[in-house]
């Protein structure tokens, strides 16, 4: 077995064309973590099968306005290997995508060729849910026993409260702050906009809701900002997300007479069609169209140096914590 220790990083994966949108979602619609049929005619892949044709239209739209393709696989590779630099010997990092290539059956292969006994599992996703973090390792661990491959996992179940992340998420806003006409915090209205998710999921115990919450306490402190707003964004479907959404509040704020407006994608650390489609450009067409005059999207953390500080500490710490 290979004493070098596999760090694999976990994302949501993207379409890298327009032509795979469609089985994208696919994927997606097929995961039993996030959609959980109840027993009917419409069996698992039926379903996901129907919702992919009927979204995929509509969806390809998204990302032929951000250059034809989902650019997070570009910049999940940067951050491992910006991680890869920083652990230096004795650590392999790679890349596992839940819903498109490389896939998690496509890693955990490559992962057994290579004779790994011990692997890092890091989902880049701060705050835990079983739609996201819970999905990947349930998936990654599916993916081992399927192919008789039995390493020592150590799981980073969530990390939202990692003080270098944090610090890098308060560089950026300050940073982007100053790009305003009038940069003064008390003229400008921040709101940290984090993925939605459905009101039942987190009625049954999932935590991320309250995760994301403390994230957002953590960082307002930090930065003693007076205007300062959390909401939630990427609904889709019928049923009751959480609240407030995003787009509700940018109307809000802009009937209220803000004219600076300032927006943190606070779940995502890695730029896709959700921070730089829905939120920079639907979004943004929003704001305007409301009367918003200077409406700005933080970037999302992608490979920022104190960012990868922050994984890099999770990964000596998970390794600690299984000595």
């Not at 987190?202 to 900002?225: M, N």
């Not at 803000?258 to 939120?279: G, R």
Request: one cysteine or more.
């Amino acid at each position: 077995m290979s004493e070098r220790i596999a760090v694999v990083l976990c994302n949501l994966g993207g379409p890298d064309s327009l032509e795979s949108v469609r089985p994208f979602l696919f994927n997606l619609f097929s995961d039993p973590d996030i959609f959980r049929l109840p027993l009917s005619f419409l069996t698992q892949r039926p379903f996901a099968a129907l919702v992919a044709w009927r979204r995929a239209p509509e969806a390809a739209k998204g990302y032929a306005a951000i250059g034809g393709k989902s650019p997070i696989l570009e910049f999940t590779n940067a951050q491992a290997a910006a991680l890869a630099r920083s652990l230096g010997d004795g650590f392999d990092v790679h890349v596992c995508m839940r819903y498109w290539h490389p896939l998690t059956s496509e890693v955990v292969a490559m992962l057994k060729s290579k004779n790994y006994s011990r692997v890092i599992l890091l989902p880049l996703y701060p705050q835990y849910s079983v739609t996201t973090s819970g999905s990947a390792y349930n998936e990654f661990t599916r993916q081992c026993e399927k192919q008789h491959y039995h390493p020592a996992v150590t799981l980073v179940r969530q990390w939202y409260d990692q003080p270098d992340y944090q610090e890098a998420i308060v560089e950026m806003l300050r940073a982007e702050a100053e790009k305003f006409p009038d940069p003064d915090p008390r003229r400008i209205e921040l709101l940290f906009s984090a993925h939605g998710l459905p009101r039942k999921i987190v009625d049954q115990g999932d935590p991320y809701e309250r995760q994301i919450r403390a994230t957002y306490d953590a960082l307002r402190a930090q930065l003693g900002w007076p205007h300062v707003t959390l909401c939630y964004q990427s609904r889709v479907g019928p049923l009751e997300w959480l609240r407030p959404y995003t787009d509700d509040v940018i109307r809000e704020k802009a009937a209220a007479g803000v004219k600076q407006m300032l927006v943190y994608p606070i779940a995502f650390v890695s730029d896709h069609v959700e921070t730089l489609f829905e939120l920079g450009i639907t979004y943004a067409e929003i704001a305007r169209a409301q009367g918003i005059a200077h409406y700005r999207v933080v970037p999302a953390l992608n490979s920022h140096p104190r960012f990868i500080e922050a994984l890099k500490s999770l990964v000596r710490n998970a390794v600690s914590r299984h000595d």
